[in-house]
C-alpha cells in the first residue's frame, strides 16, 4: 500500500442481497468458498485498507452475527429496501456518522472474494494521482450482463447491460464493481441519482460521467472480479482461488505440484521443497515446513507438519502436529490433539487421538492410541489398543521410554508401563509395570493331539 497515512480510507461493502440464485437457505454473504465464506475474504483483503461498514439487508442478524464472530471494528448500516447500488452508499452516507471525514470511499460487494491487496493498492495509487474517482475494468470474453464502459471526453460512462444499445452491447471493456471516490465527490453526485432507468434503481455507476475527472482502470487478469451469483460462479471461485495459491506456491514459495489442477491447497503456509501429490487437501489454516511429502489422497486440517516430515496415502490429520522426519500412513488418521515426535512412525490403519508418540517411537499397523503418553523410542505391535474409555470417563495410559509392546495387546486405561518394559504379544495389561519389568497376561496354551478332527467340518458329496 502506498503511503496514504494521512489520508483516510473507508471501505464500504455491500451485503444486502438475498443470493436468489445460489439456492441456498442462506444470506449471499454468507455462501460458503472453502471454509470461510465469502463476506470473510472480502473484509480480509480490505481490513488493512482503512475502516469498513458494512450495507446489510437480507437477514442482517446472520450476516452481521457471523462477521462479530470472526472481525473486530467492522460497522454496520441497514438498507432496509433494495434500490439499487446507488442507494445503497446513500444510506451508508445518510447513516454512519463518520462517513464524511474520510479523504477515500471504497465501495466493493460482498460477493467479490477474489479480489486482491495488489489491486486495492494500484486504486488507492491512481486515485491519488487527482483523480475525482477510479473504476477497476477487465475485458470479458463474454460482456452479457455486464455494465459496458463507454470511453469518452475526460471521463467515461457506465452503461449497464439494460439499458445498452446495440452498438454499446458491442464493447468488451466493462465494470468489475470496484471503485474508490474521493468522498467529496462521492457526496455531490451520488444524491443526484435518477431511478428513471429499465431496473428502476439508483444506479452507484452514474456517479460516472465524460465530464469529470474519474478513470477507467483496466485490469489485465478479469478472474480475480469474479461476482458470486450461482452455484457455477461458486465452484468456478474455488478453482481459482486454488489455482491462485498454486501459482504462489511454485512460483514463489518452491513447493512442487503433481497436478496442481487435481489438488485441493488452500494454505500459503508451506515451505520449500515440499511435495504435494493430485488430490490432496490442506485446509487453509495449516502449516507445512520444507522438504515434506504429501502423498495422494492426504487431508491435513488446521495441523502443523514439519520439515522432512512424510505423509503417506490417503491420511487424515486433523489439529494434530507432526515432528521431523517423522512418517504417517498410508491410511492413518491422526484425531484432533495428537502430537507426533521427531522420526515417529505410525503406519497403515493406525488411529491416533489426544495422544503424543515420543521421539522415534513406531506404531506400524493396526492400532488405536488414544488419551496416552508414548515416550521416545517406544516399539507398538500390530493390533495395540488403548481402552481408554469406561463408559463415563476418558482415561489415560502412560508408556515409558524404550519399551516394547507385543502384537496384540490391550491396555486397560488408566496405566502406567515403566521406561523399558516388555509386554509379551497377546496380553491384556490392566495393572501398572514399574520400569525395566516384564509382564505376560494371556491364558495357558494346551494342545490336544488328534483332536483337531472333531471341530474342523468337512463338505460331505452329495
Not at 482503512?50 to 454496520?76: A, K, M, P
Not at 463474454?142 to 475526460?154: E, F, H, L, S, T
Not at 480475480?224 to 460462479?233: D, K, P, S, T, Y
Request: proline content about 3%; glycine content about 10%; charged content about 25%.
Amino acid at each position: 500500500m502506498s503511503d496514504n497515512s494521512s489520508k483516510k480510507v473507508a471501505i464500504v461493502v455491500l451485503a444486502a442481497g438475498k443470493g436468489t440464485r445460489l439456492k441456498m437457505d442462506i444470506p449471499k454473504p454468507l455462501a460458503p468458498l472453502h471454509e470461510n465464506t465469502l463476506v470473510d475474504y472480502v473484509i480480509d483483503t480490505f481490513k488493512d485498507f482503512g475502516d469498513i461498514t458494512l450495507v446489510t439487508g437480507h437477514q442482517r442478524e446472520l450476516v452481521e452475527g457471523h462477521v462479530n464472530e470472526r472481525f473486530e471494528n467492522i460497522n454496520y448500516v441497514y438498507q432496509k429496501e433494495q434500490l439499487g447500488t446507488g442507494h445503497a452508499v446513500q444510506t451508508y452516507l445518510n447513516n454512519f456518522d463518520n462517513s464524511r471525514e474520510y479523504d477515500y470511499t471504497i465501495v466493493t460487494c460482498a460477493d467479490t472474494p477474489l479480489i486482491t491487496k495488489e489491486t486495492v493498492n494500484i486504486l488507492i495509487e491512481e486515485i491519488e494521482k487527482g483523480s475525482n474517482a477510479v473504476c477497476a475494468t477487465f475485458t470479458a470474453e463474454n460482456p452479457a450482463g455486464y455494465g459496458r464502459i463507454v470511453r469518452k471526453g475526460d471521463g467515461f460512462q457506465i452503461v449497464e447491460e439494460k439499458d445498452a444499445n446495440d452498438d454499446q452491447r458491442q464493447i468488451d471493456e466493462v465494470n468489475s464493481g470496484l471503485y474508490i471516490f474521493k468522498t467529496l465527490y462521492l457526496m455531490d453526485h451520488i444524491f443526484n441519482l435518477s431511478d428513471d432507468n429499465k431496473s428502476g434503481e439508483f444506479y452507484l455507476t452514474d456517479t460516472f460521467s465524460p465530464e469529470a475527472n474519474v478513470t477507467p482502470l483496466l485490469f489485465e487478469d478479469p478472474r480475480e472480479f469474479l461476482g458470486v451469483n450461482n452455484l457455477i460462479q461458486l465452484s468456478q471461485a474455488d478453482i481459482y482461488l486454488r489455482r491462485s495459491i498454486a501459482r504462489f506456491l511454485m512460483l514463489e514459495a518452491g513447493v512442487r505440484f503433481t497436478d496442481p489442477s487435481h489438488t485441493y491447497c488452500y494454505s500459503k503456509n508451506i515451505g520449500q521443497g515440499t511435495h504435494l501429490f493430485q488430490n490432496a487437501f490442506i485446509d487453509d489454516k495449516t502449516v507445512i515446513g520444507k522438504n515434506v511429502i504429501i502423498e495422494q489422497g492426504v487431508t491435513i486440517k488446521n495441523s502443523i507438519i514439519e520439515d522432512g516430515a512424510i505423509i503417506k496415502a490417503n491420511s487424515y490429520i486433523t489439529d494434530s502436529k507432526v515432528s521431523k522426519g517423522a512418517s504417517i500412513g498410508p491410511m492413518a488418521q491422526l484425531r484432533p490433539g495428537s502430537n507426533i515426535g521427531e522420526g515417529a512412525k505410525l503406519g497403515n490403519f493406525v488411529e491416533v487421538k489426544k495422544s503424543n508418540i515420543g521421539k522415534k517411537s513406531a506404531v506400524s499397523h493396526l492400532s488405536y492410541v488414544g488419551d496416552a503418553e508414548i515416550g521416545d523410542g517406544v516399539n507398538i505391535g500390530c493390533g495395540f489398543i488403548t481402552c481408554n474409555y469406561d463408559g463415563a470417563n476418558k482415561n489415560k495410559t502412560i508408556i515409558g521410554d524404550g519399551s516394547f509392546i507385543g502384537s496384540d495387546t490391550q491396555m486397560i486405561a488408566p496405566i502406567e508401563i515403566g521406561k523399558e518394559c516388555y509386554v509379551a504379544s497377546g496380553s491384556t495389561i490392566n495393572k501398572s509395570m514399574p520400569d525395566g519389568s516384564f509382564a505376560i497376561a494371556r491364558g495357558r496354551q494346551e494342545t490336544k493331539e488328534g483332536m483337531a478332527k472333531r471341530f474342523i467340518k468337512k463338505k460331505t458329496d452329495k
